[in-house]
């Protein structure tokens, strides 16, 4: 079965950086795009950024120049490396993959950026 393990989340100053992981099992994840979105206390999940099985990217203006998304196929693995963080990057950060006409979730991890 599809499962993703997102970690790498914690506290972090403003202006700071952190890479999130969400690793992935149960499908060829090489074939399929992977998603980041985020959801902060409150409001609803928003997208954050998108690559595809040949790597396309894609982001929400609010992280663009700011946020990259990688990924390694080898590890079966997504990243979301966050630089320049501001208070407002403050959410609960979730990868996904929809396959077979449904959107697999991973649990989330957290991410905050405070002073």
């Known amino acids: 079965q599809v499962q993703l393990v997102e970690s790498g989340g914690g506290l972090v100053q403003p202006g700071g950086s952190l890479r999130l992981s969400c690793a992935a099992s149960g499908f060829t994840f090489s074939s399929y795009a992977m998603s980041w979105y985020r959801q902060a206390p409150g409001k609803e999940r928003t997208f954050v950024a998108r690559?595809?099985?040949?790597?396309?990217?894609n982001y929400a203006d609010s992280v663009k120049g700011r946020f990259t998304i990688s990924r390694d196929n080898a590890k079966n693995t997504v990243y979301l490396q966050m630089n320049s963080l501001k208070p407002e990057d403050t959410a609960v950060y979730y990868c996904?993959?929809?396959?077979?006409?449904?959107?697999?979730w991973g649990q989330g991890t957290q991410v905050t950026v405070s002073s």
């Open positions: 690559i595809t099985s040949v790597r396309i990217t």
């Open positions: 996904n993959v929809l396959k077979g006409g449904y959107t697999y």
